[in-house]
C-alpha cells in the first residue's frame, strides 16, 4: 500500500524569503510518480509540479522546484521568493502501480506574512 | 483549458435522503475520481472509472455508488444521506494513456446533511 506523509499541518512564511514543504512517501513500486498540488482557499486544486521516479533531475517549474531524495523517500516542495498569493493549503501525492490512482497526504496550511 | 465542473458549490440535505454529485469534464479523459476532504485527513478516494460503465472502488466506498453512462459524466451518489457524509466532495479527471497523469480537479462541492 502507498502512503504520503506530510508532518507540518501549518507553516508561516515571510514574503520573499523561500519554504520547504515535507514530504515523505512508502511504497514498494520502483515505478511511481510525485505530485504537488495547491489549494487556495476558493477550494480548487491546482496542480503546481510533477516528478517521476526515474527522472534523474529535479523537477522545476517557476518557483516551485521538488526536492526529491530517492533514497530516503522524500519530494520536499520549495517554494522560492514566496508571495503573498502563495498562501493555501498545499497537498503532497503519488501515484504508483498501473491504476492512475493518487494517494494523498494529509497537507500542509502555508501562511505567507509581510 | 481543461475544465471540471460540479453541479452544486454548496448544498445542504436531510438524513436519509438520497443525495446526487455531478461530474462533468470537457477534455475526453478516460478516467475519472471522487475524492472527499475533511481537515486533518486530506483527500480519500471514493471511487473511481477508467472507462464508461466500469467503476472500482477507492479507499472508503462505504454508503456510496457511483454512475458513469457517459465518458464525460460522473456520478456520485449517496443512498441513504447521514450526518457523518458532510464533507467536501471533489471531482477529478484525467486522461488514461499512462500511469502518473496529472488529475485536474473541479470546484469541489460543500454537503451538510442535516
Request: one cysteine or more; glycine letters at 8%; a neutral charge.
Amino acid at each position: 500500500a502507498q502512503k504520503i506523509t506530510q508532518t507540518q499541518p501549518g507553516m508561516f512564511v515571510q514574503e520573499k524569503e523561500a519554504v520547504t514543504l515535507d514530504c515523505t512517501y512508502d511504497t514498494s513500486d520502483q515505478s511511481y510518480g510525485l505530485f504537488w498540488y495547491k489549494q487556495p482557499s476558493s477550494g480548487e486544486m491546482i496542480f503546481l509540479i510533477y516528478q517521476g521516479s526515474y527522472d534523474e533531475q529535479n523537477a522545476t517549474e517557476g518557483r516551485y522546484s521538488l526536492n526529491f531524495q530517492k533514497a530516503r523517500k522524500s519530494a520536499n516542495l520549495v517554494i522560492s521568493a514566496s508571495q503573498l498569493g502563495d498562501s493555501a493549503m498545499y497537498f503532497c501525492a503519488m501515484g504508483s502501480g498501473t491504476a492512475s490512482k493518487l494517494t494523498f497526504g494529509t497537507g500542509t496550511r502555508l501562511q505567507v506574512t509581510l | 483549458d481543461v475544465k471540471v465542473t460540479q453541479s452544486s458549490r454548496y448544498l445542504v440535505k436531510r438524513t436519509g435522503e438520497k443525495v446526487f454529485l455531478e461530474c462533468v469534464q470537457d477534455m475526453d479523459h478516460e478516467n475519472m475520481f471522487w475524492y472527499r476532504q475533511d481537515p486533518g485527513l486530506g483527500l480519500r478516494l471514493i471511487y473511481f472509472s477508467y472507462d464508461v460503465k466500469m467503476k472500482e472502488k477507492g479507499d472508503i466506498p462505504e454508503g456510496y455508488s457511483v454512475s458513469r453512462e457517459k465518458k464525460e459524466r460522473f456520478s456520485l451518489i449517496l443512498e441513504s444521506a447521514s450526518t457523518n457524509q458532510t464533507s467536501m466532495y471533489l471531482c477529478a479527471s484525467s486522461f488514461g494513456d499512462r500511469a502518473y497523469n496529472e488529475q485536474f480537479f473541479g470546484p469541489g462541492t460543500r454537503l451538510t446533511v442535516l
